[in-house]
């Protein structure tokens, strides 16, 4: 058991205003969740609609989902033809085998197999 010694005490004033993280890297909030979600990234750009009509506008094309449901993001409006070629920019590589050879992937030998499926119980016989 917790025994509490002492009568509890909440401060008097607590400052509920939202603040920025303390490990922000800046000290600002965003203005809103919207602009945040126009420059923010996971797997890809966030910002649905800004840049699904920028991306309209661009292609003449017509759509054939006209009467469906509105998607989110860019991920399954268009499809990949429509999305662009898929090119790592200069500097950037998709695997560790298309850098130089002293980055590749080392091989297993025989013997490092072998102490892996016992369990390392080969390493001591």
């Known amino acids: 058991m917790i025994r509490f010694l002492g009568k509890r005490s909440t401060p008097k004033k607590i400052d509920h205003s939202p603040q920025a993280h303390p490990a922000s890297p800046s000290d600002e909030l965003p203005e809103s969740f919207a602009s945040y979600r ?14 699904q009509s920028q991306s309209s506008t661009k292609s003449a094309a017509p759509s054939s989902s006209a009467g469906a ?18 090119e790592p920019a200069k500097g950037q590589y998709w695997d560790r085998n298309e850098l130089p050879k002293r980055f590749h992937r080392a091989r297993w030998t025989e013997a490092e197999m072998e102490a892996l499926e016992s369990g390392g119980a080969s390493m001591s016989a």
């Open 38 to 51: 126009n420059r923010a990234q996971q797997h890809g750009p966030l910002g649905g609609q800004q840049q």
């Open 69 to 86: 449901a509105p998607t989110y993001g860019n991920i399954g409006g268009r499809s990949a033809s429509q999305l662009g070629p898929v």
